[in-house]
C-alpha cells in the first residue's frame, strides 16, 4: 500500500511527487517512456515560479541555462519589449531546459525514496472506502490511500471514470531544434516572443522560447488537424514576414514536431474522496497566456501542504478534508491571477477583426508607456501570486480603450466593459 500515488510525471506530477516524497510513501507512474528519452522542450520560468522551485534547482545551471532577460509582445505593428534593466537589477527569470527539471526532480524525488513506473499505461481506477486501486494495461494492481492526478491533457477518461469533470481543449503544435548559439544570440534580443495573429489562430499565440543551443516555437489555439497544423507551421516558418529576420540560418528538424492538445478553464471540483486533480488536467492553464507551468508548480505545492497533515493524522482523505486544497487554488491563482487571463481571452480571442485592433494597440501602448511596461514587470516578478493587484489591470484596461481609433471605440465598448468586470 502506497501513501501517494501519483500518475503524470510532467513538471507539474514530478514536482509534487519529489515534495511528497519527503513525507510519504510514493510511486509515481508516467505512461511514456522516460528510461528512453524525456521529451525535450524549452520553457520560460518567470521569477513567479521561484516559490515553487527549490533554491538549489533553481540554480542549476543543467535545468536552467541562461536568463529570461527580455520579452517581446508582438504585433504587427510594434515589438512591445519587456527588458529586466529598466526596472531592477534582477532577470525576470529562467529559461529552462524542461527535460533537464523534469529528470532531476524525479531523480530528487527518487534519492527520498520514490518509486518510479515509466512505459506504464493507467487502464482502470477502482474507488474503495479505504484505498483506491489502479490497474495497468497489463493488468497489474496497485493500492494507495490518496491517487493524484497530475494527467495533463492525456488523462481524461480516467478523471470522467472518477466523476471529475475535464477542462476545455484545444489544438497545439511544438517544435524544439537544435540551433549555433552564435545565430540564437544574433537573431534574437529576447528570450520569449509572444505573438497575436488570427491568420495563424485566432484563439492563442505563435511563439518563440530561445533556450541555450536550441528553440522552441509553435502556436496554440486552434481546432485544426493535425495535418493542417503541421503545413501552417512549416508555411510561417518559411514565409511570414513579420517573423523572418529571426529565423534566418536555422535549419528547423521537422521530425521533432509534436502536437496535442492543451488544456484551460478550470474545472469546478479538484479533489473528491481520496482524489486529488492537478495542474493542466484541473485546467489550470492561463486562458490568454496558455501558462500552465506556474499553475502546475502551484498546484503540486498547495496539494503537497494540504496532504502532509493529513497523512500524519491518518485521515481517510475525504472530500470534506481535501477541499482546502480546492480553496487554497481559488485564493492563491483563480480569485486574482487568472482574472486577467480570463478578461484578456475575452477581449482578444474569438474575433479576428478586433484582435488585430486591439492587440496592436496594446502593443503601441507598452513602446509608450513606461508605468504599463513596469505592472508587465511586476506580474513576472510577483513571489505571492495571493496578492495580485487587479487594480493595476483595470488601470491598463481604461488607457487600452482610450488607445483605440475611434471607429473601433464604437463597436468594442461593450466587449471592453464586460472584460473589466472580470
Request: with cysteine; hydrophobic share 35%; glycine share 6%.
Amino acid at each position: 500500500m502506497y501513501d501517494l500515488i501519483v500518475i503524470g510525471a510532467g513538471v507539474c506530477g514530478a514536482s509534487f511527487a519529489y515534495k511528497a516524497s519527503k513525507y510519504a510513501k510514493v510511486l509515481l507512474i508516467e505512461e511514456q517512456d522516460y528510461n528512453k528519452k524525456i521529451p525535450e522542450r524549452v520553457n520560460i520560468f518567470a521569477e513567479h515560479n521561484k516559490p515553487y522551485i527549490d533554491d538549489l534547482l533553481w540554480k542549476d545551471e543543467e535545468a536552467f541555462p541562461r536568463p529570461f532577460l527580455q520579452l517581446n509582445y508582438k504585433s504587427e505593428n510594434n515589438d512591445g519589449l519587456i527588458d529586466y534593466k529598466e526596472f531592477g537589477s534582477v532577470p525576470i527569470g529562467k529559461i529552462t531546459h524542461t527535460e533537464k527539471f523534469i529528470e532531476k526532480l524525479i531523480q530528487n524525488a527518487e534519492d527520498q525514496g520514490c518509486e518510479t513506473r515509466f512505459n506504464e499505461k493507467i487502464s482502470k481506477i477502482n474507488k474503495h472506502d479505504d484505498h483506491v486501486e489502479i490497474i495497468n494495461s497489463k493488468g497489474e494492481s496497485y493500492s494507495t490511500k490518496l491517487l493524484v492526478l497530475a494527467t495533463g491533457s492525456k488523462g481524461f477518461d480516467l478523471q470522467r471514470s472518477l466523476g471529475f469533470e475535464v477542462p476545455d481543449s484545444y489544438m497545439g503544435i511544438y517544435l524544439n531544434s537544435d540551433v549555433d548559439e552564435n545565430i540564437l544570440d544574433e537573431n534574437f534580443n529576447f528570450q520569449y516572443m509572444f505573438h497575436l495573429n488570427p491568420n495563424i489562430s485566432s484563439d492563442g499565440p505563435f511563439f518563440f522560447n530561445v533556450g541555450k543551443g536550441r528553440i522552441s516555437t509553435g502556436y496554440l489555439g486552434n481546432k485544426e488537424t493535425p495535418a493542417q497544423l503541421k503545413d501552417k507551421l512549416e508555411r510561417i516558418l518559411r514565409n511570414y514576414e513579420k517573423i523572418q529576420k529571426y529565423v534566418k540560418g536555422i535549419s528547423w528538424d521537422l521530425n521533432n514536431i509534436v502536437i496535442g492538445d492543451i488544456s484551460k478553464h478550470p474545472i469546478r471540483k479538484m479533489s473528491n474522496d481520496r482524489i486529488i486533480v492537478l495542474g493542466e488536467a484541473a485546467g489550470l492553464v492561463t486562458p490568454f497566456f496558455y501558462e500552465g507551468m506556474l499553475c502546475g508548480l502551484a498546484s503540486a505545492d498547495i496539494a503537497s501542504r494540504v496532504i502532509e497533515p493529513l497523512l500524519s493524522n491518518s485521515t481517510d482523505f475525504s472530500g470534506v478534508e481535501l477541499v482546502k486544497y480546492d480553496q487554497e487554488i481559488n485564493r492563491l491563482l483563480l480569485d486574482g491571477y487568472f482574472r486577467n487571463g480570463n478578461a484578456c481571452e475575452y477581449l482578444f480571442y474569438g474575433n479576428k477583426n478586433s484582435m488585430k485592433s486591439i492587440w496592436n494597440a496594446y502593443t503601441e501602448m507598452l513602446l509608450k508607456n513606461k508605468t504599463v511596461r513596469n505592472f508587465v514587470y511586476d506580474v513576472l516578478m510577483i513571489q505571492d501570486l495571493g496578492k495580485y493587484n487587479t487594480d493595476n489591470d483595470r488601470w491598463v484596461g481604461e488607457r487600452l480603450f482610450a488607445q483605440l481609433p475611434l471607429v473601433s471605440k464604437a463597436t468594442l465598448w461593450p466587449k471592453f466593459l464586460k472584460a473589466m468586470s472580470f
